[in-house]
């Protein structure tokens, strides 16, 4: 290979798939439930440290698969001066637990168990570690939270919303 072959191989760029349209624009068309939606979003999140809002957010959102909202809510994480490999890890917070605090991983858990619910109710074990990490009216935040982001989700996948288009800030 010579210096100029490699100077060919890098300058080629990779093709991307085609990025998909959207199957609705639900907000377009149910304005009154999305505003409603960003009020019952901006009431969950009050008395919530917002780094931990965000790892929540988008731990549900990868549980629940909606890449806009995982694209969003790194987004507003990195913009709030979370870490990169803090977000990276989120996927696999349970065996990287050095990278997150005790209140943290009490939060992560409590998400997992409120947006999975295998066995149809959040386990005793899950609400108690959030329990000893979170004063009762802070949980109930956090709960309201939890159940905000997946309600948000489900638009998501539902009407396959477009990720890589957010910029922080912009539905606040």
Known sequence: MTIDD??????TTAEYAPEHTPRLRWSEHAPEVFKAMIRLDAAARKGLDPKLLELVKIRASQINRCAFCVDMHSKDALAQGESVERIVQ?????ESEHFYTEKE???LALTEAVTVLTDGFVPDAVYERAAKHFEEAELAQLIAAITVINAWNRFGVTCRLVPGHYEPGQYK
């Open 6 to 11: 490699t100077a060919a191989t890098t300058a």
């Open 90 to 94: 989120l996927s696999a917070w349970d």
């Open 105 to 107: 991983l009490a939060a």
